[in-house]
């Protein structure tokens, strides 16, 4: 069962940095993943970050997964998605996505942008399933992000994409 997608609440934000640290986990057993590249990841969001988010959706209580929204070049942006690896594969992440897509299309924005890794089965792939498409050529602050991300070293652990999902064309479908 799917717990609840809510908002978070103040209380939830001690607990999200320590979840995003189990979902990064997941990575490690991946082929072609190097643990000790993977501990190079960058650290998870403070409380202060994270009560800083545009918005911020948990599911369940206390928070199995959570989805961080931005905005990057006046569109929303999933930051981060992370599920406990415990939850994986439950359809909470999915449950999230559907969730920050809902709250960003309310919110009037045209469509909703993420940077993942390409080859990993819970990354690119699953985003394509839930409507993302990769953004061939990223411009502006897309670009930046990704300009970031390699400043960071996250392509030396897999190649990286960025995607879009288009929310006007989904709201009319």
């Known amino acids: 069962m ?24 997941l990575l490690a ?3 072609g993943f190097d643990i000790s590249v993977v501990r190079q990841l960058p650290a998870p969001a403070d409380v202060a970050g994270l009560a800083a988010a545009r918005h911020l959706l948990v599911a ?12 990057v070049d006046g569109q929303a942006h999933l930051e981060q998605l992370s599920v406990h690896p415990d939850a994986a594969g439950a359809g909470v992440g999915r449950a999230l996505v559907a969730a920050a897509v809902g709250w960003a299309r309310e919110q009037g924005y045209a469509s909703m942008t993420l940077c993942t890794f390409a080859g990993v089965p819970f990354n690119a792939p ?8 990769v953004v061939a050529d990223p411009r502006g602050g897309l670009a930046e992000l990704r300009n970031h991300e390699r400043e960071l070293g996250l392509d030396a652990m897999g190649e990286r994409v960025a995607m879009r999902k288009d929310l006007r ?5």
Request: proline share 12%.
């Open 169 to 173: 064309a989904d709201a009319a479908g």
């Open 29 to 31: 057993g991946l082929p």
């Open 60 to 71: 369940g209580t206390p928070p199995v997964g959570f989805a961080r929204v931005e905005e």
């Open 126 to 133: 699953f985003y394509a399933s839930c409507g993302f498409s």
């Open 2 to 25: 799917i717990p609840v997608i809510r908002s978070a609440e103040p209380d939830d934000l001690p607990l999200l940095s320590a979840l995003e640290t189990a979902a990064d986990t």
